[in-house]
């Protein structure tokens, strides 16, 4: 992530590069980040292009989201503990 | 959506006791939490531990408490998503997060909210999504369920 972070369009191949997970994994995760977007892709010839998407407002709202789905997960703990007994 | 507090609203059978224990026996924090910490919380002292949560032990996690009105209020302040050991967070101002809890007919309403979003940098935001290989397939898993149902 840190290769994608770093700034331009990068392909999947280089992104694979030097990474302990394999190309079709790191292929499903970009696709995940595409959705939720924080990346965007595009097409240089036969290869797909991903990189960043750095609009401010929207990063801010996704890093949100992302905390606010960490609250809901230890809030859903804290429900069943305290309802156990 | 505001986009520098997050707030949840939760109803809990269980009576108002009971919750507050949850929250501020540091434990029983914990075992909810998924941190092991050192110490109780004390309003004004840091609380530190070992993030508990699979993908995550290396991580120590702190907290400085704020304020603890029994049954009430429990409150404190941390560094949402500190995750690279090699970066002193100190310099930043970090989120407040409060739980206040009322009384309900069927046991206690918990409401959370965490505040402060605005003045964390842009680059540390980008960070939540920077995990090591562990945590990071977690992270997948957290985001595909969250986006889902809406899509």
Same mark, same amino acid.
């Given at each position: +992530?840190?290769?994608?972070?770093?700034?331009?369009?990068?392909?999947?191949?280089?992104?694979?590069?030097?990474?302990?997970?394999?190309?079709?994994?790191?292929?499903?995760? =970009?696709?995940?980040?595409?959705?939720?977007?924080?990346?965007?892709?595009?097409?240089?010839?036969?290869?797909?292009?991903?990189?960043?998407?750095?609009?401010?407002?929207?990063? %801010?709202?996704?890093?949100?989201?992302?905390?606010?789905?960490? *609250?809901?997960?230890? =809030?859903?703990?804290?429900?069943?503990?305290?309802?156990?007994? | +959506?505001?986009?520098?507090? %997050?707030?949840?609203?939760?109803?809990?059978?269980? #009576?108002?006791?009971?919750?507050?224990?949850?929250?501020?026996? &540091?434990?029983?924090?914990?075992? *909810?939490?998924?941190?092991?910490?050192?110490?109780?919380?004390? #309003?004004? !002292?840091?609380?530190?531990?070992?993030?508990? &949560?699979?993908?995550?032990?290396?991580?120590? +996690?702190?907290?400085?408490?704020?304020?603890?009105?029994?049954?009430?209020?429990?409150?404190?302040? *941390? &560094? #949402?998503?500190?995750?690279?050991?090699?970066?002193?967070?100190? !310099?930043?101002?970090?989120?407040?997060?409060?739980?206040?809890?009322?009384?309900?007919?069927?046991?206690?309403?918990?409401?959370?909210?965490?505040?402060?979003?605005?003045?964390? #940098?842009?680059?540390?935001?980008?960070?939540?999504?920077? +995990?090591? @290989?562990?945590? *990071?397939?977690?992270?997948?898993?957290?985001?595909?369920?969250?986006? @889902?149902?809406?899509?």
């Amino acid at each position: +992530m840190a290769k994608l972070c770093g700034g331009g369009p990068q392909s999947i191949a280089r992104l694979t590069a030097g990474s302990k997970l394999t190309r079709q994994a790191i292929t499903k995760h =970009l696709r995940v980040l595409e959705r939720v977007g924080v990346v965007r892709s595009s097409r240089r010839g036969r290869e797909r292009l991903f990189e960043f998407k750095p609009e401010p407002v929207e990063e %801010i709202r996704k890093y949100l989201d992302l905390v606010s789905a960490q *609250w809901d997960q230890a =809030l859903g703990r804290l429900k069943s503990l305290v309802e156990r007994d | +959506m505001s986009n520098d507090r %997050i707030e949840k609203r939760i109803e809990l059978k269980a #009576p108002i006791s009971r919750v507050w224990r949850a929250l501020t026996d &540091h434990r029983e924090f914990g075992e *909810w939490f998924q941190v092991k910490l050192e110490g109780p919380f004390v #309003p004004g !002292e840091t609380s530190r531990g070992h993030i508990t &949560h699979p993908g995550y032990e290396h991580l120590i +996690m702190e907290v400085v408490v704020q304020k603890m009105e029994p049954e009430r209020l429990f409150s404190y302040t *941390w &560094h #949402p998503y500190a995750v690279d050991p090699k970066i002193d967070y100190s !310099e930043e101002t970090p989120t407040l997060v409060e739980f206040r809890l009322e009384k309900s007919a069927t046991g206690t309403v918990l409401t959370l909210t965490e505040s402060g979003f605005e003045k964390i #940098p842009n680059h540390r935001r980008l960070e939540a999504f920077r +995990m090591n @290989e562990g945590g *990071w397939t977690q992270q997948m898993k957290n985001i595909e369920r969250h986006v @889902e149902p809406g899509s």
